[in-house]
C-alpha cells in the first residue's frame, strides 16, 4: 500500500519550489477540456511574459474519470508539445501522475516560432503596417521599433531601410499579441512583454 503520509510533504515541497503564482491547479477548477485547453495556454503565455522560468501545472490524475484516466491531463499532455514547437514552452516532464514541470522559453524566442505549415509563404515584400499597429500608442511603437531594431542588428542587417523595420515591429506584434490577449490593460502588457524582450536581447 502507497505511504499516504508522502502526499503533504511532496505539496509542502511544491509550495516551495514554485508557489501560488507558478502553479496552475486546474484539478481544483475542474474546467472542461476545451476551457483546461484554453487556461493553461493563456497562463503559460502569461507566464513566459512575466519572466518565469519554471511553473507547475496540476490535471490530476482522474481517479474518478471515467476509466480512471484523466481527459483533462490527456489534453494538456498534447498541448504542451505543440506550445514547445511555438516557442513557448523550452521543456517539460512530468512531474506526478497528476502534474507537469513546464520549463518556459525565453520572450525572445517567440520571434523565432517557425510558421505553422497552413500559413502561406509570405513574400519578400515587407508587410505593411497594419491598422492595430497604426492604433498604439507612441511608446509602445517606440518599444516595437527599438526591439525590431535589436532582432536585426542580430541577424547581422546594419542600418536597416525603414520598410524592413515597419515588416519586423509588425511581426513582433504578430508573435506578441497571443500572450498578452485583450482588454483594457492589453497595451500596458505589451509593453510589459517588449521590456523584457529588449533586457534579453542585450544581455546576450
Known amino acids: 500500500m502507497a505511504d499516504r503520509s508522502l502526499t503533504p510533504l511532496h505539496q509542502a515541497f511544491d509550495e516551495a519550489r514554485f508557489g501560488a503564482r507558478r502553479t496552475l491547479n486546474l484539478r481544483a477548477q475542474q474546467p472542461t477540456v476545451a476551457e483546461a485547453l484554453l487556461r493553461c495556454e493563456q497562463w503559460l503565455r502569461q507566464q513566459q511574459v512575466d519572466g518565469a522560468t519554471e511553473v507547475l501545472v496540476i490535471t490530476g490524475r482522474g481517479l474518478r474519470s471515467e476509466e480512471g484516466v484523466s481527459p483533462v491531463r490527456g489534453a494538456i499532455a498534447a498541448l504542451l508539445p505543440s506550445l514547445r514547437r511555438r ?22 524566442a517567440l520571434f523565432e516560432a517557425p510558421k505553422r505549415r497552413r ?29 525590431a531594431r535589436l532582432q536585426l542588428d542580430a541577424l547581422g542587417v546594419r542600418a536597416p531601410a ?43
Request: a negative charge; proline letters at 7%; hydrophobic letters at 50%.
Open 119 to 147: 500559413e502561406k509563404p509570405s513574400d519578400n515584400v515587407p508587410a505593411p503596417v497594419s491598422p492595430q499597429l497604426a492604433a498604439l500608442e507612441a511608446d509602445t511603437l517606440d518599444l516595437l521599433r527599438e526591439l
Open 87 to 108: 516557442n513557448v514552452v523550452r521543456e517539460f516532464s512530468e512531474h506526478t501522475a497528476g502534474s507537469f514541470v513546464v520549463a518556459l522559453a525565453p520572450v525572445r
Open 162 to 204: 525603414p520598410v524592413l523595420v515597419d515588416a519586423e515591429m509588425v511581426r513582433q506584434f504578430v508573435a506578441l499579441s497571443p500572450a498578452v490577449g485583450q482588454g483594457d490593460d492589453a497595451e500596458a502588457r505589451l509593453q510589459q512583454a517588449l521590456l523584457r524582450a529588449i533586457e534579453e536581447l542585450e544581455t546576450l
